[in-house]
């Protein structure tokens, strides 16, 4: 019977924080719902990885081109000033990526976003921008 | 003439935080003058790289090599209780990538290190110590 140790789940509250926006071949892509920043986070589907080097070679290869082609999308929809690109998870453990657009002048800048602003959910319609901004660009299975 | 944009040189700023501990097939490895956290950065030897997408496949995949061995050199070393892995670039935009030893009670716990604490310089004995346990472990060029 699957069980959190033999199947892939996404951690509960990245769940709650964000929304799907597709899979890639190593990772499922969400969007985080704060439209502070233009927020992607990749987390690998590989049961129990905390860390980058818990993936294995082929898979730190695969997160590398999936993290690069992401932060190189939102760097052309955003237009933004940098991208931020982070593997933290002292608060949720299961490997996952941050990659952010940062401007000049965003809520947070120049420090890193975690901790600098309450979340401020999109409006809906904002959201959906956003998300087929994405999709346009990246071939999610 | 060599250059600024045909020689890589470090940057400035990250030199003056900074002790260099070797030389990796992609980057220069460093060690963060700071003994809040045990603290390492990657700089990729490639002349104008800010982003991550900036380099080439090859490169991509000798910076997350890089990246996944000194991260498991680094929690080996300090036994601590999470990495943290970032490259943010928003005040120094040449790139480099953060690898940070976390415990829980550190100056920062839970939240990220940058603009958390003042740095504090370490004793020249326990940076030498530092920097011999990560040779130790590592085959620097």
Redesign the interface.
Known sequence: MPNSETTWSLDRRLAGDTVVIGELALSQALVMNDANYPWLILVPRVVGA????D?D?QD??D???E???L??VL?DVTRCD??????????V?QLHVHIVA?RQGDPA????V??AAPATPYAQAALDRFIASIRAEVAFG
């Open positions: 905390v860390e980058i080097f993936l070679d730190q290869t997160l590398m081109n993290t690069a082609l932060a190189g760097k940098k991208i931020n690109v982070a593997a933290i998870g002292n608060v453990a940062r800048w120049p420090k890193p975690w901790g």
